[in-house]
């Protein structure tokens, strides 16, 4: 029987997020400022400033809307594949990795399993896949890639996406019965 299950997760904006984007904001106020100016000081630039602010601004809206981040989650037979998709027009896979090659999976709120939520040896690279660390739904991943890094990841899966993990490798996934 095949499996094939998919699930969406839209990240939640933290201070840094916030922060970039008033920094950009600001950023696109002084540099059109500045175009302005340099209008006034060289004739030639008069009528094209207009086109060089327009740019400022459409790349302040492009980099804002970049912060939009959602994460997909694909299960297909045994392999997880884990995409970043920016604003809806950029996708990127950031993971993708067998069921089977996950050294532990459990929920970050599961006391049973804070031992290995503690271990620091996964921790050298950390994809945050989930809406927020602190979303009811997250867990964590170890896991080593198929370039060989131990990983942690953090993501939000559906308990049919867990369930189907448990049927390729039942002895490290644990699900947290609430």
């Not at 984007?21 to 950023?27: D, E, M, N, Q, R």
Request: contains cysteine.
């Amino acid at each position: 029987m095949d499996i094939f299950l998919e699930h969406i997760v839209k990240k939640k904006k933290t201070t840094k997020d916030i922060l970039t984007i008033v920094g950009i904001v600001l950023a696109g106020f002084i540099v059109s400022d500045l175009v302005i100016i340099l209008s006034f000081l060289i004739p030639y630039l008069g009528a094209f400033s207009i086109f060089l602010v327009f740019g400022v601004w459409f790349g302040v809206y492009w980099l804002i809307s970049s912060r939009n981040l959602e994460f997909e989650y694909s299960v297909t037979n045994g392999e997880i594949d884990v995409d970043s998709i920016a604003s809806k027009r950029k996708r990127k896979r950031i993971l993708s990795v067998r069921v089977r090659d996950i050294a532990c999976c459990a929920s970050v709120y599961d006391k049973a399993h804070a031992d290995d939520y503690k271990n620091k040896e996964y921790t050298a690279s950390v994809i945050m896949a989930a809406s927020a660390i602190d979303a009811p739904g997250t867990y964590f991943a170890d896991l080593v890639t198929r370039e060989g890094l131990k990983t942690r990841l953090f993501f939000e899966p559906t308990e049919q996406m867990l369930e189907a993990f448990v049927t390729y490798n039942p002895r490290n996934i644990h699900i947290l019965n609430e």
